[in-house]
């Protein structure tokens, strides 16, 4: 597909194919126009404040429009109150847009495939061409766009893992192979694990909290904690990003503790939530007002200081992941 011709563009169709409404109002100045960005039915109200020049003509690039509608689609907006230009809009992209290296790719599709099946060796059938935002499923997967789904779709095939009929972009008779079955018995796997994914800020003061709080609440509740910080053995050869998503992967539940708000925890979160994992929200009582928009609709452990936090963490795994 080719690039909005501007935000406006990308507003209407978010508009027509996912139902959300947006009303154009003035803005704070003769640079800005105020944005009211909503749908009742999932309790969406937001205010944005856009730049003119983005708003009604500056070009978004394909790749620019494809981020923006994945990111809508997973029900992933600018916080309230943002003030957004061209500037924003590709920082906004490149944090919260989900990365995934292919092999985490290649699981997460072939994990998505049985999630369709009523049993092993069940059939589905994939339909993803000239369909609405809406049925895009996708972009749930954070694709970049159809044309690398349709790669990965490719890719499995040839790995053995699926057996299909490709008919006039409808992919027919999808059923997993007995390859294709072990990848996502390893999945399974990974989900029965005992390990606890931490996301949290980096910082002298949170990581008190974690010795004080998270990592004795984990422990006691019958879990090991993984802090990332902590690990000392990551390959050479690997980033610190392919680290982590690797550490999500192979935990059965995710602590996300927003105090500080920072973007990583953002990442992380939406990531672990992607996959199906079960996630903890935890932040400071006096700095909850600031949590970004895509969370706020889950509930949070909301505490004061460390015994607060341990207290209440140990009653939430008891209920929420060991129940």
């Known amino acids: 597909m080719a690039g909005y011709r501007s935000f406006h563009d990308f507003l209407e169709r978010i508009k027509n194919e996912l139902g959300y ?41 394909e790749k620019e429009s494809e981020s923006l ?24 992209v490149s944090q919260f847009f989900v990365f995934k290296t292919p092999d985490i790719k290649i699981l997460s599709l072939l994990e998505y495939i049985r999630s369709q099946m009523a049993f092993d060796g069940d059939s589905v059938s994939l339909d993803d061409k000239d369909v609405p935002l809406i049925e895009q499923y996708w972009r749930s997967l954070y694709f970049n766009s159809l044309a690398e789904f349709e790669f990965y ?22 059923k997993l192979t007995i390859q294709g079955l072990n990848q996502v018995l390893k999945i399974l796997n ?4 005992k390990t606890c994914f931490i996301a949290m800020s980096f910082d002298e003061e949170m990581f008190k909290v974690y010795a004080e709080a998270i990592k004795p609440a984990v422990i006691e509740s019958g879990f090991d904690p993984l802090l990332i ?22 935990s059965k539940f995710t602590i996300a503790d927003f105090t500080k708000h920072k973007h990583g925890v953002y990442f992380e979160s939406g990531y672990a939530l992607g996959r199906g994992q079960k996630v903890i929200y935890t932040c400071k009582a006096d700095e909850i007002e600031k949590a970004h928009f ?28 060991k129940a």
């Open 153 to 174: 779709m490719g890719a499995i095939e040839e790995l053995d893992y699926v057996k299909y009929e490709l008919v006039q972009g409808c992919y027919l008779d999808v």
């Open 294 to 321: 895509d969370t706020r609709n889950y509930p949070h452990i909301v505490w004061k200081d460390s015994e607060d936090l341990r207290r209440q963490l140990i009653d939430k795994i008891e209920v929420f992941i």
């Open 69 to 92: 509608n994945t990111l809508f689609f997973n029900k992933n907006f600018p916080a309230n109150e943002s003030k957004i230009d061209i500037l924003f809009l590709k920082d906004f």
């Open 190 to 193: 990974e989900k029965s694990s």
């Open 229 to 250: 910080s902590e690990k000392k053995d990551i390959p050479s050869d690997r980033t610190i990003n392919d680290a982590i998503l690797a550490a999500i992967q192979k």
């Open 21 to 61: 409404e947006f009303f154009i109002q003035n803005g704070p100045d003769a640079h800005f126009t105020q944005i009211i960005f909503r749908k009742n039915s999932e309790n969406v109200f937001l205010t944005w404040y856009v730049e003119n020049d983005l708003l009604y003509s500056l070009n978004l690039n």
